[in-house]
């Protein structure tokens, strides 16, 4: 997934900080269909500009909802070794996931 070297658990501390940020009805769309968002993070984890859709889930509502998630959480967690990762893999989100 292009995790390029975070720790086993840092990917599952990020989606559960995004997942408290998800206002999104998984009901309103058929299958799980996957959004990837590419983001820009300054040292400390802020997010920087605004993130980038890669790869649609095909449902501009899913699509939408996921960006304006990943927006409300703002920063991202320092990974164990006390630095958020660089470039930042890329995050993605099922709706029934969340």
């Known amino acids: 997934n292009g995790s390029g070297g975070v720790s086993a658990g840092y990917l599952g501390r990020v989606a559960a900080l995004i997942k408290r940020n ?30 980038r859709i890669v790869k649609s889930s095909g449902n501009a509502s899913w699509d939408d909802a996921a960006v304006r998630a990943i927006q409300r959480t703002e920063v991202m967690p320092r990974d164990t070794d006390g630095r958020v990762p660089t470039p930042f893999p890329v995050i993605v989100m099922r709706p029934k996931d969340f």
């Not at 998800?22 to 605004?50: H, K, L, M, R, Y």
């Open 22 to 51: 998800v206002v999104f009805d998984p009901t309103a769309v058929s299958g799980n269909p996957a959004v990837e968002i590419q983001i820009q993070t300054s040292p400390d984890g802020t997010i920087v500009g605004t993130p």
